[in-house]
């Protein structure tokens, strides 16, 4: 059974920094791009990164490049999101999500349950 | 970027209702088109890729249409367990965006 775990969220000054890590489980890792999405109720779902499973070549939304990097430990069978310079904006419940392909997957197939980041002074 | 459009937003149904959604894209996605469905509080689950292939495990009272920029998914007789919202979601160019979402509520 695929499973996703993401940590790592919660609350954050504007201009400050949060990294989250999502566990992965029940599918070979490395084999499969993986992706972060975001929801929040106003903008609704909006990818955000994406990395290739075998020389993680990484890939971003407008809105997060510069900003965010995405990151994977296949030995661990880990990936990881570096936020950098979060505003307001960046609030959001972010998804940890597995790639239908080995490379820049646009479709995701299974998804974690969510980590919260909140940005607030 | 590809703008993916809902409708209706919410919709009210009952138990037995066949209930249908549509999406449309502002320009041609072939049929790189994906259904989710999503709890409250719950990761969004794919329910259709490739605008109607099933994925494995996913009742067969759903089902998938359409072309192009014009889309349906279709619930043949509404259960309990698929009060939910709904999204579409394009996966034909890079910013793969997805629609802004179709509750289903219990009418």
């Known amino acids: 059974e695929v499973q996703l775990v993401e940590s790592g969220g919660g609350l954050v000054q504007p201009g400050g920094s949060l990294r989250l890590s999502c566990a992965a489980s029940?599918?070979?890792?490395?084999?499969?791009?993986m992706s972060w999405v975001r929801q929040t109720p106003g903008k609704g779902l909006e990818w955000v990164a994406s990395?290739?499973?075998?020389?993680?070549?990484?890939y971003y939304a407008d809105s997060v490049r510069g900003r965010f990097t995405i990151s994977r430990d296949n030995s661990k069978n880990t990936l990881y999101l570096q936020l950098n310079s979060l505003t307001a904006e960046d609030a959001a419940v972010y998804y940890c999500?597995?790639?239908?392909?080995?490379?820049?997957?646009?479709?995701?197939?299974?998804w974690g349950q969510g980590a919260l980041v909140s940005v607030s002074s | 970027d590809i703008l993916m459009t809902q409708s209706p937003s919410t919709l009210s149904a009952s138990v037995g209702d066949r209930v249908t959604i549509t999406c449309r894209a502002s320009?041609?996605?072939?049929?790189?088109l994906a259904w989710f469905q999503q709890k409250p509080g719950k990761a969004p689950r794919l329910l259709i890729s490739?605008?109607?292939r099933l994925q494995s495990g996913v009742p067969s009272r759903f089902s998938g249409s359409g072309s192009e920029t014009e889309f349906t998914l279709t619930i043949s007789s509404l259960q309990p367990d698929d009060f939910a919202t709904y999204y579409c979601?394009?996966?034909?160019?890079?910013?793969?965006?997805f629609g802004q979402g179709t509750k289903v509520e219990v009418k």
């Open positions: 999500a597995k790639g239908d392909c080995e490379n820049d997957c646009y479709l995701c197939d299974y």
């Open positions: 029940g599918f070979a890792f490395s084999n499969y791009g």
């Open positions: 990395i290739s499973g075998t020389d993680a070549t990484s």
């Open positions: 979601q394009q996966y034909s160019d890079y910013s793969r965006a």
């Open positions: 320009q041609s996605v072939s049929r790189q």
């Open positions: 490739r605008a109607s």
